[in-house]
């Protein structure tokens, strides 16, 4: 089973911190992806990955960066933590480019995070 | 702008049969996914859909109109551990993807 995994399940920060969530997979997977779900909203994007050490916005990149130094690891950064950024965080992968079938998400079980 | 629209909120009983609409407005189409998503955990994977008409998946089917703009989760002899959000998602001309807010699923015995 692919596994992917993040770092923390639940974190509180305080605004102005800086913040590192970090995720890893385990097959060898190309795409990685970071989201944050809010209640009553679908998923939103925030960065994505289609290879080390490149990266692209996704609709909402504003306040943070990512990291991707190894093909399994994948880092989202908030620089200076504000209360608005307070969400679940969901890190994904998946195999092959963006148009190959179905090219199915498997995420990880995310991480909570509270700016206070 | 694009969108994608599913109930907030399902409660059916358990051993019955529910639908789970989702209907779409989106810069293209390339693909209808569903995904399950307990709570506190990862969504995970149930069907996907590029053609129009119905993929059956043992207790779950998801249908596909394109014409329509409009796609159904069905979900038969349900069971308590059913009860989940259902995360509609659709693939645009870019090959991006556009999820719904999800629908929770509450099962009654």
């Known amino acids: 089973d692919v596994k992917v995994t993040q770092s923390s399940r639940y974190l509180v920060k305080r605004t102005g911190e800086k913040v590192f969530l970090e995720c890893v997979q385990d097959m060898d997977h190309e795409n990685m992806f970071w989201y944050r779900q809010d209640p009553g909203l679908g998923l939103r994007l925030i960065y994505f990955?289609?290879?080390?050490?490149?990266?692209e916005k996704g609709d909402i990149p504003e306040g943070y960066s990512v990291s991707r130094e190894k093909k399994e690891r994948f880092s989202l950064i908030l620089e200076s933590a504000s209360t608005n950024q307070t969400s679940m965080y969901l890190c994904?992968?998946?195999?092959?480019?963006?148009?190959?079938?179905?090219?199915?998400?498997?995420f990880g079980a995310g991480s909570r995070l509270t700016v206070l | 702008g694009q969108n994608i629209d599913q109930p907030t909120e399902m409660t059916a009983t358990e051993g019955a049969i529910v639908q789970i609409n989702c209907t779409y407005q989106t810069s293209g189409f390339n693909g209808l996914f569903w995904y399950q998503q307990h709570a506190g955990e990862a969504p995970t994977f149930l069907s996907y859909n590029v053609l129009d008409g119905l993929e059956e998946k043992g207790r779950f089917s998801s249908f596909l109109s394109r014409s329509k703009g409009y796609s159904y989760l069905l979900l038969k002899e349900l069971q308590m551990k059913d009860s989940a959000s259902y995360l509609c998602a659709v693939r645009d001309s870019n090959y991006q993807l556009i999820w719904g807010a999800g629908t929770k699923l509450i099962i009654k015995p």
């Open positions: 990955s289609y290879d080390v050490k490149m990266k």
């Open positions: 994904a992968s998946s195999l092959g480019t963006s148009s190959s079938g179905a090219n199915v998400l498997t």
